[in-house]
């Protein structure tokens, strides 16, 4: 419909309120934070020459890999938070699209959204990871993996206890024989819900965690 709409009278941006033929103008666009620099295969955080980060070096994480197409600050933030909370579902497909440019699906076997809890999913109506996912173009596998325990939301609480916070919610329904499984996600922050979530499927037997998401937190520089 928006689009039809949109042909007729031009629509309008969903950040500025200008005129756009799409969900964004151009300027808006232009000004998401695309991450393009050299960053750490493993968490996605900047490193100089793309080589693995101290930080996975010293403590390796369950997940092999991750791919982020924006980084978590002004406006990608906006996108994130209306398509979470407000129910955008349409800006799933613009941020499900841009995370497709970056992803290289060959190779993978599975891909998963992190999962809600039954009682968090009744409540939201839609699960956002799921909305993005949507958009990848790869079969889903909805019932793979789901969260046990419903746990206060990550960004409600400090760093330091969200790694606590999350321990042990998630677990796979089946065994993983080797599978190469990639996870998706509107945001990574700490990191610390998708290891556990790739801490569950490395026990059910995948071989291969890579954690496809929308958006990274990046260090205050
Ligand atoms: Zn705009
Ligand atoms: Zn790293």
């Not at 398509?83 to 290289?104: P, S």
């Not at 996912?133 to 990550?154: M, Y």
């Amino acid at each position: 419909m928006r689009n039809f709409f949109a042909q007729l009278f031009g629509g309008s941006c969903f950040l500025c309120r200008g005129s756009a033929a799409e969900l964004l103008c151009k300027a808006c666009d232009a000004d998401l934070p695309r991450l393009t620099e050299p960053c750490c295969p493993r968490c996605a955080l900047p490193s100089p020459r793309g080589e693995v980060c101290g930080r996975c070096l010293q403590e390796a994480p369950h997940y092999d890999a991750t791919i982020a197409a924006l980084a978590y600050a002004f406006p990608a933030d906006v996108l994130v938070h209306a398509l979470k909370f407000r129910g955008e579902l349409a800006l799933a497909g613009l941020l499900g699209g841009m995370l497709a440019e970056k992803i290289i699906p060959q190779g993978i076997d599975r891909v998963i959204p992190v999962p809600l809890s039954a009682a968090r999913l009744r409540e939201r109506g839609y699960n956002q990871s799921v909305e993005i996912a949507r958009r990848l173009g790869a079969p889903l596998d909805l019932a793979l993996c789901v969260r046990e325990r419903d746990t206060p939301a990550q960004m409600d609480l400090p760093y330091a206890e969200r790694k606590r916070n999350v321990r042990g919610a998630f677990r796979c329904t089946r065994s993983l024989g080797g599978a190469r499984v990639a996870v998706v996600d509107d945001v990574m922050t700490t990191g610390a819900t998708l290891n556990e979530v790739a801490a569950a499927l490395k026990q059910a037997g995948a071989a291969h965690v890579v954690n496809w998401v929308v958006a990274r937190t990046l260090p205050d520089v």
